[in-house]
């Protein structure tokens, strides 16, 4: 089996495992324990946190531990817009994308649900990305935050995050960006993104799932989401997972390490992907930016589609059957009957959008590889789109 979704999760990577392994044996202690067991978790703890802010160039103290994407997507929307609600309660106004991941959509929708604030979902262009003055229109007094993503993870288009945060900070909104899928693709540098908050996930960079970190530039305001011990200085209780940090750090450091020759190489397996299949599917159409006219606004290793007249999840399963394994899409809605909301939103009919697949590449793909997925895809949708199928 050939595996494409790196979008979706990636193995763990060996160093990292070994990284986490004396953590979770003989170094097993509480970091919150004052004794020496819990002194050299502690000093694990701290280890970790210091490479993360490396990588992202911010304070060790400006890095918060989580569970994952997801918690880091609604601690930063929600802690955020709640605190300055907190601090001024004509702060009601949240500023998102109609293309974000679940977990901030989601989060934006929850605050207008229970909190009573008001919610503007962005529009996007038909390469799915925010024009910077449709922010500028947006943000007014009362916004609390703006969160856009870095990086989309079902078409890889790549925001122009540091000219939105410019437009959010100088009318003084905190600006959050959900990196999760930039990671191991993209510079993380927080300074130059000038943003105030960012997210990350472990498992998308070779890290375990279930850990997660998120960046709070030091005086934006957050409120923590979950009551208990005060953990991660009084911003997310709970007790400090000391092996997932290490292994969120290890995983983080080396992908940043690798990221500039890893990323040409990937960019040049997906643009030779993308030609492939527009040469080999007249009736393909490449969902996202078209990277031949645009390198940079795409992520490297990521390509989609959608096929019309055929139907998406049978792709996936003929694929399968042949020993390629991609997606539809984003992993947290497989299963899902309905359109994807980021393709709609860029204004693919739904018919159309439900036959979208995704191809997202490992380092380890060939040329050659490609060119063997090029030609099954050509034969799935050429047999499927048949009167006979």
Known sequence: MLYLDAAATTPVRREVLEAMWPYLTQEFGNASSHHEVGRRARAGLDAARQTVAEVLNCRPAEVVFTSGGTEADNLAVKGIALARRDRDASTTHVVTSAVEHHAVLDSARDLARWDGFEVTELGVSPEGLVDPADLAGAVRPGTAVVSVMHA????????????????????????????????????????????????????????????????????????????????????????????????????????????PAKAVRLAGLRDRLITGVLAEVPTALLTGPDPREHPESRLPGHASFCFPGVNGETVLVDLESRGLLVSSGSACSAGDTEPSHVLTAMGYPPEVATTAVRFT?????????????????????????????
């Open 152 to 259: 989309n993870n079902e078409t890889g288009a790549v925001q122009a995050v540091a000219e939105l945060a410019a437009v959010a900070r100088a009318r003084g909104v905190p600006f959050h960006t959900d990196a999760v899928q930039a990671a191991g693709s993209l510079e993380l540098d927080v300074q130059a993104l000038d943003v105030a908050a960012l997210s990350l996930a472990g498992h998308k960079i070779g890290a375990p799932k279930g850990v997660g970190a998120l960046y709070v530039r030091r005086g934006t305001p957050l409120r923590p989401l979950m009551s208990g011990g005060g953990h991660e200085r009084g911003r997310r209780s709970g007790t400090s997972d000391v092996a997932g940090a290490v292994g969120l750090a290890t995983a983080l450091r080396l992908s940043a390490e690798e990221r």
């Open 361 to 389: 590449l490992s380092a380890d793909i060939t040329p050659e590889q490609v060119d063997g997925i090029v030609a099954a895809t050509r034969d799935v949708v050429r047999r499927l789109g048949s009167p006979h199928g």
